[in-house]
């Protein structure tokens, strides 16, 4: 039972919390948009670039947490560091239009989203419910297109856009944290 997928496997177990974190921050992140709709530019750009760089945060910790039982941690660091340069890029121009930053975001939705499909092909063997990772892998990936694809949005429906992309997302990311949490001994 050492091959590459279970190590996967016993590394997702042991970050299942990290997972259980992200979600609850997508959620956070989606109803704090939907509650303050008039929400300034600035205060979005602040939003967004906290929440990118805490997700790329705990995507990076459960990377390096799990290199030694992985080979394949590299996708979690590659996610993480995505979610961090983001976050980082974010704050540096405070001053960022609309339209950059919906791109900031396109591009980090549909990097994830990719690492995420990539993660969820890799454990069809392993998880029975691989489809919950790959579900949100598809919704990062569509949210990311729809931002790049209609950049002129107005920017009341971009914040009610990405409020429901996080609400979404994070429900994904709960239901898969204790969906592996259930796992316990069966790879450990």
Not at 48 to 65: E, M, N
Not at 134 to 162: E, K
Request: include cysteine.
């Amino acid at each position: 039972m050492n091959n590459p997928i279970t190590r996967f496997s016993t590394l997702l177990h042991r970050a299942w919390w990290l997972v259980l974190l992200r979600g609850i921050a997508a959620i956070a992140f989606g109803i704090v948009l939907w509650v303050q709709p008039a929400i300034s530019l600035a205060a979005l750009v602040l939003l967004f670039g906290s929440y990118c760089l805490v997700d790329g945060v705990f995507t990076t910790w459960a990377a390096v947490a799990g290199a030694k039982d992985n080979e394949y941690w590299g996708l979690l660091l590659i996610g993480g560091l995505v979610g961090i340069g983001v976050g980082v890029l974010t704050f540096m121009a405070p001053g960022i239009t609309a339209l950059a930053l919906l791109f900031y975001m396109a591009i980090w939705a549909i990097a994830t989203g990719v690492l995420e499909i990539v993660a969820a092909i890799r454990l069809r063997r392993e998880l029975d419910n691989e489809w919950l990772l790959l579900l949100a892998g598809l919704v990062s990936v569509a949210f990311g297109v729809f931002l790049s694809w209609q950049p002129g949005a107005g920017a009341l429906a971009v914040l009610w856009a990405l409020g429901c992309f996080a609400i979404v997302f994070g429900v994904l990311l709960l239901m898969l944290a204790f969906r592996v949490r259930r796992l316990v001994g069966k790879f450990v």
